[in-house]
């Protein structure tokens, strides 16, 4: 950009006006296709027997800091995200009072999500780590089995001694 495509007096070291900048497409255009997919989940209780289908929590920015808290610990394995109040949630799913809504799995719902992510206010899950004692405590079942203790050994009394059923000496 040259010094010449600028309006007079601008500071041709400043980057534009932020609203010179295109515009970002708001999530709210996707709203109406949630209702038609039916990927919306509402209430708390509804969600808890739905977390199968569950791929993100949104709670509204009007929500009490006890329910806030509460969301956060019963649903700390899936994204929450923290946007609008509960007039706008009527406003676009027609749903009265609702503050916690989930989104079930699906390609829109992921949209919806990869727009909202910055917004998150839980960190996801840690995976435990590879390879550790837990790993290896893992794979055997126990820390302390041992192969040897499998093995049936010669003086077990509830089997019979196979050297007395054989017969001796002679065909």
């Keep these: ?21 295109v515009p970002a497409r708001p999530v709210e255009r996707l ?16 969600l808890r027997r739905s ?8 709670v509204t920015r009007d929500v009490s800091a006890l ?28 749903i009265r009072g609702a503050k916690v809504i989930g989104f079930a799995k ?9 727009e909202l992510k910055a917004r998150r206010i839980n960190q996801p ?10 790993a290896e405590q893992a794979e055997t079942g126990s820390e302390n089995f041992s192969r040897a203790s499998c093995r049936p050994s010669g003086n077990d009394p509830t089997r019979p001694n196979p050297s007395e059923d054989r017969p001796s000496g002679g065909h």
């Design 31 to 46: 709203f109406p296709f949630v209702l038609r997919s039916r990927i919306l989940i509402v209430g708390r209780e509804n």
């Design 106 to 114: 699906s390609g829109l719902a992921q949209s919806i999500y990869a």
């Design 67 to 94: 329910s806030r808290s509460e969301v956060l610990h019963d649903f700390a394995p899936y994204p929450i995200v923290q946007h609008f109040t509960a007039e706008d949630l009527e406003k676009y799913f027609n």
């Design 125 to 134: 899950a840690a995976k435990p780590k590879l390879g550790g004692p837990a």
């Design 51 to 58: 977390r199968s289908k569950l791929h993100f929590v949104l």
């Design 1 to 21: 950009m040259t010094t010449h495509d600028q309006p007079p007096g601008a500071n041709p070291l400043q980057p534009p006006p932020a609203e010179a900048a």
